[in-house]
C-alpha cells in the first residue's frame, strides 16, 4: 500500500515556513509521495479575503518547482475543479479512490492543528479516514503536543506521528500586508521566485483588489474561474484573472457597475485554446462559448467578449473597458505600456483610443491591416 502526505492549504501566498515543513516532512523518507493541495473556497475564510484560486495554484506550483525533495512532491489541482467548499475528508477520499483504495493518507501539517481538527468538518469521519504527520511547533512544550495527541489517538484511533521541522514565526496575511505598504527584508519569509511573479502580476496591490464586489459575487466569478480551468493554459488562465482585476480597477475608476465587467474580463478569452481560435475569431467563438456553456445571456458581457479584440464604433461602456483591459492588464510588457495605462486612469476614452491606434500601428509596421471594426471605432474616437 502506497504512503501520501497531504499537505493542504490556502497558500496566499505560500511562504518559506510552508516550503521549510516541506522539505522536512519529504526528508523523513516516511512518504512514497506527498501532494501539495492549494483550497479552492477555504470553508473557514471569506472568499473576498482570499487570492483568485489560479494565482495560488501558480504560486505553489512556483514554490515545488525551485526546489529538490528527498521525496516525490507534486501539486494538485483536486480542490481547484470542486465547485463547493474544500473540505479535507472529501480531498482524501477522492485520492483513495484515485489508488482504488491502495492509499493510506497522512495530513502533514503544524502542530497547532491537534487543538484545532476536532473543530473541523466530520472530525471522527476525517480521522478515520487519515493519519498526521504533525510538525512540532517550538512555543508549546513537547510533553503538552504528546498528551494532546495521546488524547486524540485514543478518542478517534488514529495514527499521529511527529517529525522536526524549522519553523518560522510568520504568516501569510502578514506577508500580504508587506506586499501592500512599503516593506523591507520580505526575502526573509518568501522565495525571490514567488516574490517576483507577486509583483509581476500584482497579486496584492491594493489598486487592484475586489473588495468593491459582494460575497456572492465573488463567489459566482470563483465558480467562473472553476470551469475556466477546463478551457485555458494556466498562463492564459492568468492573463484571464489579471484582466477581470484590471476591469474592476477601471469601472470603479469611471463610476460604472464593476461586475459585468469582472465576468466579461475573466471569461474573454474562453475560446483561445480549446477550441483552436488564437486570431480575431476568438472573440466570436468565446462570446458563444460564454453565452451556450456558461449560460450567461447578458448582452452587455456577450458583446464585450465578442468585441474585445477589435473592438467598434459606438462600442458602450463595458466593451471598452474590457478591451482596454485586454491590452493593459498588470502583466502586460510593450512599448509604452505604462503609458496607455496613465492615459486610461485619467481618461478611459483617451486611453480607449491610444490602445485601439497602437493596434492598427503595431499590425502596420508587420504589413497587415487591423480588422474594419478596429480602424471604425479608432476614426470615431478620433472625432470626439
Not at 482570499?50 to 516525490?72: A, G, H, K, P
Not at 484511533?157 to 506577508?175: E, G, N, Q
Not at 509583483?199 to 467562473?224: P, R, W
Not at 480549446?274 to 467563438?285: E, F, L
Amino acid at each position: 500500500m502506497n504512503r501520501v502526505g497531504l499537505f493542504g492549504g490556502t497558500f496566499d501566498p505560500p511562504h518559506i515556513g510552508h516550503r521549510l515543513i516541506l522539505q522536512a516532512a519529504a526528508a523523513t523518507k516516511f512518504f512514497d509521495k506527498i501532494i501539495v493541495v492549494p483550497a479552492a473556497v477555504p470553508p473557514r475564510k471569506s472568499i473576498i479575503n482570499v487570492s483568485m484560486s489560479s494565482y495560488r495554484y501558480e504560486m505553489t506550483n512556483i514554490m515545488v518547482d525551485n526546489y529538490d525533495f528527498d521525496t516525490l512532491v507534486t501539486v494538485s489541482d483536486i480542490e481547484l475543479r470542486r465547485k463547493d467548499k474544500s473540505y479535507t475528508i472529501d480531498t482524501i477520499r477522492e485520492i483513495k479512490r484515485e489508488s482504488c483504495n491502495e492509499t493510506e493518507v497522512y495530513l502533514i501539517c503544524g502542530s497547532d492543528i491537534l487543538y484545532e481538527i476536532e473543530t473541523w468538518y466530520k472530525p471522527n469521519e476525517l480521522l478515520s479516514e487519515t493519519g498526521l504527520f504533525v510538525a512540532r511547533r517550538p512555543a508549546i512544550g513537547q510533553t503538552e503536543q504528546e498528551d494532546k495527541a495521546n488524547e486524540i489517538r485514543s478518542g478517534y484511533r488514529t495514527d499521529i506521528r511527529f517529525f522536526d521541522a524549522p519553523l518560522i514565526d510568520v504568516s501569510s496575511s502578514v506577508i500580504r500586508d508587506m506586499f501592500k505598504g512599503s516593506f523591507s527584508g520580505l526575502s526573509e519569509y518568501i522565495d525571490p521566485e514567488i516574490e517576483t511573479w507577486i509583483n509581476t502580476n500584482h497579486i496584492y496591490d491594493s489598486d487592484f483588489d475586489m473588495k468593491c464586489l459582494s460575497e456572492e459575487s465573488m463567489t459566482i466569478l470563483a465558480g467562473y474561474e472553476i470551469k475556466l480551468r477546463e478551457y485555458l493554459s494556466s498562463y492564459r488562465l492568468i492573463h484571464s484573472v489579471n484582466t477581470m482585476r484590471m476591469c474592476v480597477s477601471l469601472a470603479v475608476t469611471n463610476g460604472h457597475p464593476p461586475f459585468k465587467c469582472a465576468v466579461a474580463g475573466l471569461l474573454h478569452d474562453c475560446a483561445k485554446y480549446k477550441h483552436g481560435c488564437n486570431g480575431i475569431q476568438h472573440s466570436y467563438d468565446g462570446s458563444e462559448i460564454v453565452s451556450t456553456e456558461f449560460g450567461i445571456k447578458d448582452e452587455e458581457i456577450l458583446d464585450a467578449v465578442k468585441f474585445h479584440t477589435t473592438s467598434r464604433a459606438r462600442a458602450g461602456m463595458t466593451e471598452k473597458i474590457v478591451f482596454v483591459a485586454d491590452k493593459i492588464e498588470p502583466s502586460r510588457k510593450f512599448h509604452r505600456i505604462e503609458e496607455l495605462r496613465e492615459l486610461s486612469y485619467s481618461d478611459l476614452d483617451v486611453g480607449y483610443r491610444e490602445c485601439l491606434k497602437d493596434i492598427i500601428v503595431s499590425l502596420e509596421l508587420k504589413g497587415l491591416r487591423a480588422h474594419r471594426d478596429t480602424y471604425e471605432a479608432y476614426e470615431e474616437m478620433k472625432s470626439k
